[in-house]
């Protein structure tokens, strides 16, 4: 019987560690070096997906109705003209109730001219007969339960780790299956790619440490862009959690969105 | 072994077997990467320049503007708010491709409407000054300040 000790199987088993040792780094970089080949060239180095997690939160108090973000994003993201939006404003207008119609509110109008890209126009009603009105910037939902996700027939469109839900232009056939998936409007089929283009986030911008277009360019801080995996101190995603009751849209459809909206009513979907 | 049986493995084998050389030379090498996906994918998108370049990158050249700026009621403002998208003119500084903002810019955020939150300052032109700039009165680095 031998020794499960032995000098020989001691040593045997130290040169294999030592060899061990020794062949990891070789094989990381070989492994490195293959990766390298398939890195797109202008890729922003040194990002990994996988140690952000972005999000984006919207103060609709906060929201003047300027449309800069809506033409940040078209200036930004080489949105064809027309009307193809990744980002827009609504206005939603809700007029008195009519005198003794016992009713607490009355009709609900909503526009978005040019998707609010060059500011709204006096209101259609007029303002005596308004009881409130507001802005709300609306994006893509960033949902949990993506219906847009689950419906393309060729996988182009996923939820990617960090948080954004992209499109690999190479793979989509511009069905439109994911468009009229969609229950908040937010993707569109471009006539310039033929393919279904949405807000990514700015993916080209998050990744080089850029905040999306229409966050920088927003006056008031109506938008509000963090990454919940590294908080900065003061963190404005934090405080918008913290200081806020926030919703969803739509939330009876189980889409569940990652985009919190605080200060909009109930007849926002 | 019965002959047919035979044939029928046979064709079985080889249905699978494309598949499976079909699989290994047409599946991309990053997919499944992050997950059922092409990983590149995101590095393709992420590989776009920037048009807008950040108040960060303005703060480089334009320091004392800057500090005038975040010191006044403009602060949450972004240069390329008003000034328009810089990411070409940070790479070439020039006079002409960057712009010199006008009295549009103020209007978009200042012109009265019913919509607007109150804490937003608003006017209404008309009543307001009949002038032909916003800067004969105002200065927008510095808004409350009077020159």
């Known amino acids: 019987m031998s020794n499960p000790l032995s000098r020989r199987s001691v040593l045997g088993k130290v040169g294999a560690a030592l060899a061990g040792l020794l062949a990891a780094p070789a094989a990381k970089a070989a492994k490195a070096a293959v990766q390298k080949v398939f890195v797109t060239a202008g890729a922003p180095k040194g990002y990994d997906p ?11 108090n906060r929201c003047i109705g300027c449309g800069l973000c809506a033409e940040a994003c078209k200036t930004e993201n080489h949105v064809p003209a027309g009307p193809y939006f990744r980002t827009w404003i609504e206005r939603y207008i809700i007029t008195k109730p009519k005198p003794d119609s016992g009713e607490a ?29 507001f802005f709300v910037p609306k994006l893509c939902n960033l949902c949990e339960h993506s219906p847009c996700v689950q419906v393309c027939p060729v ?3 996923f939820d990617a780790p960090d948080g954004a839900v992209l499109i690999d232009p190479n793979y989509c056939i511009g069905c439109g299956f994911c468009i009229q998936a969609c229950p908040y409007g937010c993707r569109f089929l471009s006539p310039v790619t033929k393919t279904a283009e949405k807000c990514t986030l700015c993916y080209h911008r998050i990744t080089r440490g850029l905040k999306p277009a229409c966050v920088e360019v927003c006056p008031t801080q109506a938008r ?17 959690y913290q200081n806020n009751r926030v919703q969803t849209l739509k939330p009876h459809l189980g889409t569940e969105p990652r985009v919190f909206y605080a200060g909009i009513d109930k007849e926002v979907r | 072994m019965p002959p047919q049986v035979f044939r029928i493995c046979l064709l079985a084998v080889g249905i699978v077997g494309s598949y499976l050389v079909a699989r290994y030379v047409l599946t991309p090498p ?7 996906y092409r990983g590149e994918a995101l590095a393709e998108l992420a590989s776009r320049e920037p048009v807008y370049a950040g108040k960060l990158e303005c703060g480089i050249c334009h320091p004392d503007e800057q500090e005038k700026l975040i010191k006044h009621e403009h602060k949450t403002l972004s240069c390329e708010g008003c000034h328009g998208p810089g990411q070409a003119h940070a790479d070439k500084a020039r006079k002409d491709n960057i712009d010199k903002s006008s009295f549009a810019v103020c209007l978009r955020c200042h012109e009265a409407n019913p919509s607007r939150p109150k804490f937003i300052k608003q006017i209404t032109v008309k009543s307001h000054y009949t002038g032909s700039k916003c800067t004969e009165c105002h200065v927008p680095h510095m808004p409350l300040e009077v020159p």
């Open chain 1, 155 to 157: 996988g182009a469109t």
């Open chain 1, 105 to 133: 509110r009355g009709e609900v109008l909503v526009d978005s001219p040019k998707g609010g890209m060059n500011g709204f126009p006096e209101p259609p009603v007029p303002k005596e007969q308004i009881q409130h009105s």
């Open chain 2, 30 to 36: 990053s997919f499944g990467q992050y997950g059922w």
């Open chain 1, 50 to 60: 996988t140690q952000h997690k972005w999000r984006m939160a919207i103060d609709a």
């Open chain 1, 224 to 240: 509000i862009f963090g990454d919940l995996k590294h908080p900065a101190p003061d963190d404005p995603l934090q405080q918008f």
